[in-house]
């Protein structure tokens, strides 16, 4: 089965500033994978790099294809979506009219496709992506009387309703509380479950670790753990980067804890 992302020995570099160095990440059909770090760890400069927006060494490839040389709207064409931290909205366009027009690949194809196909072929990509996020009873409303959480599902509804082979998600649930979050978590498990494969880089260790499937964890721009999302959990290596010195202490406390419960 070819996988829908296979990156290879990717880098990037800003002047001297190494951002990646070497990073390998695959993402199988239908996987959802996180993609953790502390802050400045490259998590976002993978996505920007992947997606054609920075410069990069090694090899992206999507579905098998090397994607080397396209440019960003060529990639969202050949289905690697993505989303990003700033939301920026139409306010003069209503929720359901900002997740159409987002979703619109305007190329001569897909022109020729709209003249030969049914008329309802858009709007059912459009009710489902608003389906699958619950945002049904918002179609009709304007961005100004959304919430920020409602603003964060519209967003990856807008990158759902491309029907993309992968969705990158970039901090979703940045600015949202424990009640938010949790919705957020349920409704991009279910996005996944349906079959959409997902790249998830999120602050929110616990949305991350509660819903992937697997876990790559990114520091200084280098891979330094990648499993289940179990054994990332209690990786050394992930425990060091996030509390340092700490490490150690809450290192001990998990040893304690499985000492105790065996």
């Known amino acids: 089965m070819t996988r829908v992302l296979e990156a290879r020995g990717l880098s990037v570099s800003f002047g001297g500033v190494q951002a990646l160095a070497d990073v390998d990440l695959r993402i199988e059909p239908g996987q959802l994978l996180g993609l953790i770090g502390p802050n400045g760890a490259g998590k976002t400069t993978f996505i920007d790099a992947i997606a054609g927006f920075v410069r990069y060494r090694g090899s992206v490839l999507l579905d098998g294809a090397d994607l080397s040389g396209k440019a960003p709207h060529e990639r969202a064409r050949l289905g690697l979506a993505r989303t990003w931290q700033s939301i920026e909205l139409f306010d003069d366009l209503t929720v359901r009219e900002n997740v159409a027009v987002a979703g619109e690949h305007p190329s001569v194809w897909a022109t020729l496709r709209e003249v030969v196909s049914s008329p309802d072929e858009r709007a059912e990509e459009v009710d489902s992506a608003l389906g699958?996020?619950?945002?049904?009873?918002?179609?009709?409303?304007?961005?100004?009387?959304?919430?920020?959480?409602?603003?964060?599902?519209?967003?990856?509804?807008?990158?759902?309703?491309?029907?993309?082979?992968?969705?990158?998600?970039?901090?979703?649930?940045?600015?949202?509380?424990?009640?938010?979050?949790?919705?957020?978590?349920?409704?991009?498990?279910?996005?996944?479950?349906?079959?959409?494969?997902?790249l998830l880089v999120d602050h929110d260790m616990g949305l991350v670790l509660s819903i992937s499937d697997y876990v790559v964890v990114l520091e200084f721009g280098r891979v330094i753990a990648h499993g289940p999302p179990d054994a990332v959990r209690s990786d050394a290596n992930v425990i060091n980067a996030y509390l340092g010195s700490a490490g150690a202490e809450v290192r001990a406390e998990l040893g304690a804890e499985a000492g105790g419960a065996s």
């Open 132 to 198: 699958v996020l619950g945002l049904e009873a918002r179609s009709e409303a304007m961005p100004s009387d959304l919430s920020q959480a409602e603003r964060k599902l519209v967003g990856v509804a807008r990158a759902l309703a491309a029907a993309p082979r992968l969705l990158c998600l970039d901090e979703p649930a940045a600015g949202l509380d424990a009640l938010e979050s949790g919705a957020l978590s349920r409704h991009l498990r279910d996005i996944a479950d349906k079959g959409t494969a997902m």
